[in-house]
Every structure is written in C-alpha cells, then in structure tokens.
C-alpha cells in the first residue's frame, strides 16, 4: 500500500505554470503548491486558481489509475498581509479538505492540504499555516503570532476611530477562534503569546499545537 501511495504522489504531473503566467506569485510543482509571497488579494485569487488545478489533477489521476486521492502540499515562507484575504484562504482550504468544492459522479471529494512553514509565517500566514489536515514546520523556521493591529487605512473622526475599533475587534475574534480550534492553547494562553509580539521557534509551536511535526 505505501509502495502504491508512493507511486501515486510521483505520477501526478501538474503544469508548474499557473493560468496566472510566469509572473504568478504562486508555483506548483506536480502537487506541491509553494506560497512565497505577502497575503493579499491578487496572490489569494492566483492561490485558489492554483489549488483548484492541482485539485483536479490529483482527482483526475486517482479516477483514471485507481489510485487513492494524495494530499495537496502547501510550502508557506510569508511575512504575512490582508487579515480579510488570510480569513478567504482558511476557508479555501478547509472547503478543499471538506470536499465542498470538488465532486466525481456527485460524491463530494475531501483532498487533504498539509501545511509547511519553510522560512517564516507570520500573522495573517500562520493562521493559514495552523489550518493544513497535517502540519510541518522546518526547523530552521519561525512564525509570529500577535494581535491584529489594523485592517483598513486611516482614520479622520471620532466616530471612524469608534467604528474601526468594532471591526477590528470583530476580525481579532475570528483569528483567535481559528487558532484556538487548531491549537492545544487556552484563550488566555493565546492572548499572552500575541501580545508579546515576539517570533516563535518550530518548538514553541509544537508545544502550542499549532504544528505536527518538525522537519
């Protein structure tokens, strides 16, 4: 059976151009995704246009060869970005993981994404980072984890400041909730680790749960 899975995961050939051309900031190599760029809008579409693809050519394989269905490896080196496209990632993959995207016959198919921190993942990348069914970290790797500190331009009045500070909130919570349900970290645990606004080492963040294993 391992020989098999073996062989499965060599046979899969994926075009490591992506539909977004060679200027892509997104590359995949047979079904590696690597995702070596800030998190931001343009990036987030050329990661789901890229996922997709390799998604179907994993489903494609496995249909015609009668092979099992392998998983999607996501390579993560990234400073971090949009709190809003962070929180579309997370969904993406859990969508892929779910089977809510890709169906043979009408079956929904779960494909599983394991996430790897390859050099750093910091704020909005390592929510992403904490979210694969598996989760590797390279230990020469580190990640940051802090607090939201904003997720819009600058404000002019009271009531902009007041507003601001409501979704700011609203954004923080939805972090926090993601963390806490991939992690082994009480609330009070993860609100003293994102204050310190200081990098974790690959065995912090197995001490956290927020990764499987160091590679």
Do not use: W
């Amino acid at each position: 059976m391992s020989n098999e899975k073996n062989l499965c995961e060599e046979e899969v050939v994926i075009p490591a151009a992506s539909p977004f051309g060679p200027a892509s900031p997104i590359i995949s190599i047979k079904n590696h995704v690597y995702f070596y760029d800030i998190v931001e809008t343009t990036v987030t579409r050329a990661l789901f246009s890229t996922m997709h693809e390799v998604a179907m050519n994993i489903i494609d394989t496995a249909v015609e060869n009668n092979f099992p269905i392998i998983p999607i490896h996501l390579h993560i080196n990234s400073t971090g970005g949009s709190v809003p496209d962070a929180l579309a990632i997370v969904q993406g993959i859990e969508d892929i993981q779910e089977g809510r995207i890709h169906q043979v016959g009408g079956i929904p198919i779960k494909i599983p994404v394991y996430t790897y921190i390859e050099a750093e993942a910091d704020s909005a990348a390592s929510l992403i980072a904490c979210v694969g069914t598996k989760r590797f970290c390279s230990k020469h790797a580190l990640s940051l984890i802090h607090s939201i500190r904003q997720i819009g331009g600058g404000v002019q009045k009271i009531e902009d400041i007041e507003i601001e500070a409501k979704n700011l909130q609203m954004f923080k919570d939805k972090f926090y909730d993601i963390y806490l349900a991939h992690s082994k970290l009480t609330k009070e645990q993860l609100e003293k680790i994102c204050e310190k606004e200081d990098y974790s080492t690959p065995q912090q963040l197995m001490e956290y749960g927020l990764v499987d294993e160091i590679i």
